[in-house]
């Protein structure tokens, strides 16, 4: 993987995606989904993300909660045409508010089902009362 720094340089870093928490969802993209290059939009996977991220948000604040902030988001591969997605979440933190989830994807590839590390954020929620006000989440 590399990435550029600020100063424009290319640097190398290795990135590994720990498989923890449940998959949360289990999708494959379509042919609507490819960019010029062949490859899915990145847009289309932070959807999925938020989608997964959000249904484990829910159930930590036995309610409705919004997105408010992505802290982190690394893309380590591209998603391909045929690629079985599963996107992981499990809870990070919380705050009196707010719960962090982290979100990690995985492709299942080919007829050898090869396993490929895709990307990995850290989604930020905030539960939210009957007028869609910020709430303290409930006791553990």
Known sequence: ????SSTGSRTRFPVTIEQK???VLRVVPHLTDI????????????SQMDIAGGIIAA?????AVATVAIESMT??????????????AHEERRGR???AIRINVIAT???KEERIELT???FTFVALDENHRPRPLPDA
Do not use: C, K
Not at 1 to 4: A, D, E, F, N, P
């Open 75 to 88: 893309f380590i591969a591209p998603i391909l045409l045929g690629d079985i997605v599963s996107v992981y």
């Open 120 to 122: 990995s954020g850290l």
């Open 35 to 46: 960019n010029a290059n062949g490859h899915i939009f990145g847009g289309w996977v932070l």
């Open 21 to 23: 928490g449940e998959v």
């Open 59 to 63: 159930r930590v604040a036995r309610g």
């Open 109 to 111: 590839r080919g007829v």
């Open 97 to 99: 508010t707010s719960v």
């Open 1 to 4: 993987m590399t990435s550029r």
